[in-house]
């Protein structure tokens, strides 16, 4: 958003003499204004960090401060410990990783598409009442994610609202956290293509990083949808927004345009306003793989890890590492790990989304310059 | 990326809100008046953190607390936590700990090991009082580190309800695991849930004592969780599952098996002498009886659950803190906690006067006497968790494999 609202207000600068002076002044007034924010995010952000880091090279045993003298320093053998040594602490921290992969791989497409679906309907001009929509497909996202997760604990309760409807309908629902067992185990199970209580041997056998290719395989459990559900509806009322304003700077006359050269519904959609809005969508994306990388306070309210690990993930993982078995420094590093995984992820995805625009450009330019 | 941050610091600082509002809601508003009564100087000033059961207990310890400070001219501050183990782990890295605090028994060895507690166990007065199982459980290095505060243990809990709409009767109390298995059949024949039963170690593990098996070796040095002992207890609860003759609380829409209980889910359920206070004031119509926990194998068995008064290694005034400790651990200040929230006194010479008092409670008091504690060993809490994810799969897996994997990871944590 914030690249959209920049240009209007881009102010004409230069106008006064062009003085060294002039300009070194400005310098020091420039940065006397960014001094308070600097300070504060180097103090909060930058020093606390820098600090885990260290931390996370220490074995700081939690007693006194982790920068005296005789706190043993161990390099990187607590980021070594969370993948290359056979041991509980790499168990579950792989664990971590894969019940945190299958959420990212659901919720983030689940919340961009269902985002950008509620973004087209409450922008279409045919819609009745779309300031209500608009709110009421908002909502969530202002609402306290502890508040929420608590009624959606008592939503799932075994005799809980959806226990009740799926009853009206004569199914009889999972015990919802407390169901350990992988969607894509049963789903596999209900196809006959494996018996999730008796899997092949050549899947349980072995694996990389100690987990079985079995475990590995076993999607996200049912006690995880129910996170996921939550977490898609809470935030698409953020990214509808995103989209929203996008949305809105698409200038009617393309459409029309498109229409008039005969373009349907579905063409004008997929072929003007879709990569017109590949800068939001690339923002929403990258918010939404970061977020849900983090994901923290869900966990923390409904289900604690539990059942059976299948909801533990990084970021809560490191916090019960460090603060519940005093193992600061194998904390801290999981956390770096998660910091790392999220960078590369967000690289990844800025070079996707930029490559397909890439690719005619360079003979374009080089005709271009030759003319 | 700096929008996501923000955005992830406002939610952060939205979640922190939520938490703090609720936590302030809970402890109530008996926070303040204490403070403007401590303004009394004396030659000590001690700084309590206790994880208080409630304000049951926050306003005896403070009361217990005032009347030392009055006698010795000290003042002592009593601070109840809200999350006492992440409390107590930021005031230790900051070097600035409490002088006395609560001390849970499966997290002493982490902090014994670290050289965090002051040893002062054996300086207490008639400290052989102390319940021998108590005195093993807060034993680190062959040194007794701190006086157990109060202890409960597990005893078998029964709805006298449930129990006579099944046509059962008192004589019908199982006190041999034969019996629980034959008294269950006859419940779920009635339809009725027999037992729920929590899924962690903190339940399950009463089994393991009662077939003569425990996680770690007494003196918390060895691993011994892959022994037959062990084994068939795992496999007992594991039939006790599969026949839904044993249900985990989750499995019964309750937060922990007292809620199962109150809500007359099952008829009978594994828990602590706490469950009392809990169900006089969630379900005051349920009527029950306390009966001691079925005797396995090798005999009764059961879990011990106590805390103790820690002083820190840093403290400035360890003497005066051991005089407050003295105070609060003798026979009769600990019948003023028993009456005032509900604990039972870890001392061998309070038994008689507490059994005088509360005769419901002879089966969890007679409990000490054959009674296991926690864990004693340091870095045995991922492990623990870990086990209790194996005891959350039993129906699906083979107590073997749940009991190798134990055994490997307890092996890694204690180094042999």
């Known amino acids: ?107 983030v497409p689940a919340q961009t598409v269902l985002a950008l679906g509620l973004a087209v309907i409450v922008n279409s001009r045919l819609l009745k009442g779309r300031t209500f929509f608009r709110a009421a497909f908002f909502f969530p996202s202002v609402t306290s994610s502890v508040a929420i997760s608590v009624v959606f604990l008592f939503m799932f309760a075994n005799s809980g609202a959806v226990s009740g409807l799926l009853n009206l309908f004569g199914i009889d629902g999972p015990q919802w956290f407390s169901d350990s067992r992988g969607t894509l185990h049963l789903l596999l199970g209900a196809l006959g293509l494996v018996d999730p209580d008796a899997p092949p041997a050549a899947l349980t056998d072995g694996g990389p990083f100690g987990l079985s290719w079995w475990e590995w395989l076993s999607g996200p459990s049912v006690a995880m949808t129910t996170i996921i559900m939550l977490v898609v509806w809470t935030t698409s009322g953020t990214f509808m927004l995103m989209f929203l304003a996008a949305l809105q700077d698409i200038p009617v006359t393309l459409e029309e345009a498109s229409r008039l050269d005969g373009a349907g519904r579905w063409q004008t959609f997929r072929h003007v306003t879709l990569p017109l809005l590949k800068p939001t969508l690339f923002l929403v994306l990258t918010l939404g793989t970061i977020a849900t990388w983090q994901v923290f306070d869900q966990v923390y309210v409904m289900s604690q890890g539990d059942p059976a690990k299948t909801t533990l993930t990084p970021a809560y993982l490191s916090y019960k590492t460090a603060f519940r078995n005093f193992d600061y420094g194998p904390g801290t590093a999981i956390s770096f790990v998660l910091f790392v995984i999220i960078v590369v992820l967000a690289l990844v995805q800025r070079w996707v989304l930029r490559d397909r625009d890439a690719v005619p450009r360079p003979g374009r330019r080089t005709r271009r310059g030759k003319a | 990326m700096k929008r996501a941050t923000l955005r992830n610091a406002a939610l952060g600082a939205l979640a922190g809100a939520g938490l703090l509002t609720s936590a302030a809601c809970g402890s109530g508003f008996d926070d303040k008046p204490a403070a403007p009564a401590q303004q009394s100087t004396g030659p000590a000033s001690l700084q309590i953190l206790i994880g208080s059961s409630g304000d049951a207990e926050t306003n005896a310890v403070r009361q217990a607390a005032d009347a030392w400070a009055k006698a010795s001219g000290s003042t002592a501050t009593v601070t109840p936590a809200q999350d006492l183990a992440q409390q107590l782990g930021q005031a230790f890295a900051g070097d600035n700990p409490p002088d006395v605090f609560y001390v849970d028994a499966s997290r002493f060895a982490d902090y014994a090991s670290v050289g965090a507690l002051e040893p002062y166990g054996d300086r207490i007065a008639n400290s052989q009082d102390f319940y021998e199982s108590l005195r093993a459980t807060f034993t680190y290095d062959g040194k007794l580190y701190c006086a157990p505060k109060d202890f409960s243990t597990l005893a078998l809990i029964v709805n006298d309800g449930l129990w006579k709409k099944a046509g059962l009767t008192d004589a019908d109390v199982p006190t ?102 809990a169900l006089k004031a969630d379900f005051p119509d349920v009527k029950y009886s306390v009966h001691e926990l079925p005797a396995g194998p090798k005999g009764k068995g059961t879990l011990s659950f106590t805390t103790c008064w820690g002083i820190s290694a840093k403290s400035k005034y360890k003497e005066q803190a051991i005089d407050f400790v003295q105070a609060m651990t003798t026979a009769d200040q600990q019948m003023a906690f028993a009456r005032a929230f509900g604990v039972m006194p870890s001392r061998q010479s309070a038994k008689d006067a507490y059994t005088a008092e509360f005769p419901g409670d002879a089966p969890f008091v007679n409990g000490a006497e054959y009674a296991q504690g926690p864990v004693n060993a340091p870095k045995m809490e991922s492990v623990l968790a870990d086990f209790d994810t194996g005891i959350q799969q039993l129906t699906s897996t083979s107590p073997a494999s749940v009991l190798e994997r134990l055994q490997k990871n307890t092996q890694a944590a204690l180094g042999n």
């Open chain 1, 1 to 107: 958003m914030a690249d959209m609202t920049a240009p209007a207000g881009g102010p004409v600068t230069g106008a006064r003499r062009p003085r060294l002076s002039a300009a070194a002044r400005e310098g020091v007034a420039g940065w006397l204004f960014v001094a308070p924010v600097v300070v504060i995010l180097g103090l909060f952000m930058l020093l606390p960090i820098l600090m885990a880091l260290w931390v996370s090279l220490t074995e700081w045993n939690g007693q006194g401060s982790p920068f005296r003298a005789g706190v043993p320093f161990v390099g990187l053998d607590n980021y070594a410990r969370l993948f290359t040594e056979e041991s509980l602490a790499r168990q579950d921290f792989m664990t971590s990783i894969r019940n945190n992969f299958y959420y990212v791989l659901i919720v």
């Open chain 2, 176 to 277: 041999t695991w034969e019996q629980l298995t034959s008294v269950s059949e006859k419940l779920a024949a009635k339809g009725i849930t027999p037992l729920a039963v929590g899924d962690t170690r903190d339940r399950i593990g009463a089994f393991m004592v009662q077939a003569g098996g425990w996680i770690t070796s007494p003196d918390g040095k060895q691993a011994t969780a892959d022994s037959p002992e062990n084994a068939k207890a795992l496999e007992y609860v594991q039939s006790l599952l599969k026949e839904k003759f044993a249900r985990f609380p989750k499995q019964l829409d309750a937060g922990w098996g007292g809620e199962a209980f109150g809500k007359e889910k099952a008829a009978m359920t594994i828990e602590g002498n706490w469950i009392k206070g």
